[in-house]
């Protein structure tokens, strides 16, 4: 099969995600121009390549860093804007160290900067956190989780790896490794195509594997997305798609691309919290929260799981499985997906989630907002009929690890340990 390396791609009618509805403001943070991945608590900006950097040599001299000053030189105080975010221009300098390159994006924590560091000789991506008490002591927090998690994790092969962090001008900075695209923003700019099951496989190991590492080490990350997850590499091929074969070779919609290297690396410590007893509160983005979440149970690390389930489907169809923003059709679309739900987790519903629930089962359709709603959940296919519809092989052993990751009850859910030694990750699929 011939495959041809590519570093970038085409943007015609790429950015727009074909989901049902579109994410709503109280579900996912707003990103300025388009929300196309997270940075360690921060919204990434658009990316118009997938293709590295070009080498700080190459426009250290251009005039585009002119308004930066000489190489070393201190830029001029600049008052935060309104919000406290950090004010700069590209080509200022951050310390004598670092060298703004680029803005990447920014969010209610601050900004994300790409900054050419002069010690290491190597571009890096530099959180800026807004100076306000509130963000200032979460990014401490952020910082100390981050140093744990480097000093066990030796050959930084599991989560992004923090390389240093300063105040600067009462603003605390987070100096990060640079990698590639998350997997939301590859899948966005490969139409929501889907991932070959062998490639999901190889990405599914690597999550659980740190999901594992940080369960150890009783962490619960309570953000896992797409978002969330990048690739290592920016570098593709560009392979047939069979799927599609109907299509000409000569158009280029019969050709998807798939990552050169399946190297993956979780971000986004900003929400990461210790194991601890009555944790209630809502957490994660609402695609990939769990349902005991949800229903105001309490929660710990299944939820996590949950999430891995919920990102492994969605790799696997392109789309993410539960395309809704609002509680009430989103139980109804888990009971569509994966049957009903038990009665014990829908009488013991907090006060919140408790109107649900009508005598012992979902309010469902009768508690419907509208129409439309009710379309959206009969719309959705019974997991083992959406898999089949889009894995080639292994659908059995994927279908069956699936069902494990997203059982309702948490203490029936597989933990990220159990799930590794799953069959769909330990048999030899070479003989298949």
């Known amino acids: 099969m011939e495959m041809e390396r590519v570093t970038d791609f085409p943007h015609t009618h790429m950015d727009r995600r074909p989901r049902k509805r579109a994410r709503l403001g109280w579900d996912v943070p707003e990103a300025p121009e388009a929300q196309v991945g997270m940075f360690c608590g921060q919204e990434v900006g658009l990316m118009t390549s997938f293709a590295p950097s070009t080498a700080p ?79 200032r002591e979460a990014a401490m927090i952020e910082i100390d989780v981050l140093q744990q998690l480097g000093r066990h994790d030796k050959g930084g092969n599991r989560c992004v790896q923090i390389r240093n962090w300063f105040d600067y001008r009462n603003h605390i900075c987070i100096v990060f490794e640079k990698l590639g695209p998350s997997l939301y923003d590859f899948l966005r700019k490969n139409n929501y195509r889907s991932f070959p099951v ?140 994966l049957g009903p739900l ?11 989630a408790e109107k649900y629930v009508r005598r012992g089962r979902l309010d469902w359709p009768e508690g419907a907002a509208s129409r439309e709603s009710i379309r959206a959940v009969l719309k959705l296919p019974r997991l083992q009929n959406l898999i089949m519809q889009h894995v080639d092989h292994s659908a059995g052993d994927l279908i069956h690890l699936l069902q494990g990751l997203l059982r309702y009850e948490p203490l029936d859910r597989l933990t990220a340990r159990e799930a590794l030694r799953h069959p769909f990750f330990t048999r030899d699929h070479l003989r298949r």
């Open 57 to 135: 040599s190459d426009y250290i001299s251009s005039s585009l860093f002119v308004k930066g000053g000489a190489r070393n030189a201190t830029p001029p105080w600049r008052e935060d804007d309104k919000d406290g975010h950090y004010m700069f221009e590209l080509g200022d300098n951050l310390t004598s160290r670092y060298r703004i390159h680029s803005k990447m994006g920014e969010g209610t924590f601050g900004q994300v900067l790409e900054c050419w560091d002069r010690e290491k000789k190597e571009m890096v991506a530099i959180k800026i956190v807004r100076g306000i008490k509130k963000y």
């Open 198 to 337: 062998d490639l999901v496989r190889e990405i599914g190991r690597q999550l659980l594997e740190c999901v594992a590492f940080m369960h150890d080490l009783r962490l619960i990350h309570t953000d896992l997305k797409p978002e969330n997850i990048l690739l290592v590499s920016p570098d593709y091929l560009k392979v047939p798609d069979y799927k599609g074969s109907s299509r000409s070779p000569r158009d280029s919609s019969y050709f998807k691309r798939v990552p050169k290297s399946s190297a993956i690396k979780v971000i986004d410590f900003g929400s990461t919290t210790y194991e601890r007893q009555d944790q209630t509160y809502i957490v994660s983005t609402r695609h990939y929260r769990a349902p005991e979440v949800i229903l105001g149970l309490g929660w710990s690390y299944p939820c996590d799981v949950w999430s891995v389930g919920c990102i492994i489907v969605e790799l696997c169809t392109g789309e993410a499985l539960f395309q809704t923003h609002e509680n009430l059709e989103h139980l109804a679309m888990m009971e569509r997906v």
């Open 342 to 352: 038990p009665q014990h987790m829908l009488k013991r519903a907090d006060r919140h």
